[in-house]
């Protein structure tokens, strides 16, 4: 089965540029979507399809995808962009959707 | 509003079974992939199972696979979560999402949760 990684945490101070990956074999072939997650909330979409900005995300928020490693970044960070974040795939080989472990973002 | 509602939680013994509805609002399901996804208290999300728009096919994870059935009522707007044989390892928060029309698309829309808690 497809596996994703992700760093368990980052740390950045505000206004700084936070930068979170995704690795898995060839991971740019697959779609990747990344997710923000604060506590007790339920995840919301913050990038589609690689690089896409669902409607209502600050456009701080960017992603892409090349070789074995998605990148969501997260420019100009700020106290409320702290948060976990998870990047996801559905892997066509084995008809399951993959989400990594997540990324605990902590703006200092 | 655009909203997913989900019910069913419970508390259920090791061996026992639940089943979780998810109701759609404000938003259609008919044409789009719906999916369960749980987290376990402080641990990440873990996707459990989707559905083809027409219900003709489901996938589920390998944890679950053969205990867990997910089915869809689009005259209702809902989806559902039949859970037999809970281990406690299944306890968590149940999330229902809606994707796209396309089964690799994201979740763009998700419920607020139900607890599922499965002990003795």
């Known amino acids: 089965s497809y596996v994703l990684t992700q760093p368990p945490s980052e740390s950045v101070a505000p206004g700084q540029t936070a930068t979170i990956t995704c690795a898995g074999d060839n991971i740019e072939g697959y779609v990747v979507h990344w997710y923000q997650q604060k506590p007790a909330q339920a995840p919301q979409l913050v990038v589609s399809?690689?690089?896409d900005r669902p409607s209502g995300i600050p456009d701080r928020f960017s992603g892409s995808n090349s070789g074995n490693t998605a990148t969501l970044t997260i420019s100009s960070v700020q106290a409320g962009d702290e948060a976990d974040y998870y990047c996801q795939v559905w892997d066509s080989n084995d008809e399951h959707s993959v989400f990594g472990p997540g990324t605990k973002l902590t703006v200092l | 509003e655009a909203k997913l509602v989900e019910s069913g939680a419970g508390l259920v013994q090791p061996g026992g079974s639940l089943k979780l509805a998810c109701e759609a609002s404000g938003i259609t399901v008919s044409s789009y992939w719906m999916n369960w996804v749980r987290q376990s208290p402080g641990k990440g999300l873990q996707w459990v199972a989707t559905i083809r728009p027409d219900a003709r096919e489901e996938y589920y994870a390998d944890s679950v696979q053969g205990r867990f059935t997910m089915s869809r009522d689009n005259s209702k707007k809902s989806v559902f979560l039949e859970m037999k044989s809970l281990r406690s390892e299944d306890t968590g928060v149940y999330f229902c999402a809606r994707g796209t029309g396309d089964v690799v698309g994201p979740l763009t829309h998700w419920g607020q949760g139900t607890l599922v808690t499965v002990s003795s």
């Open positions: 399809d690689d690089s």
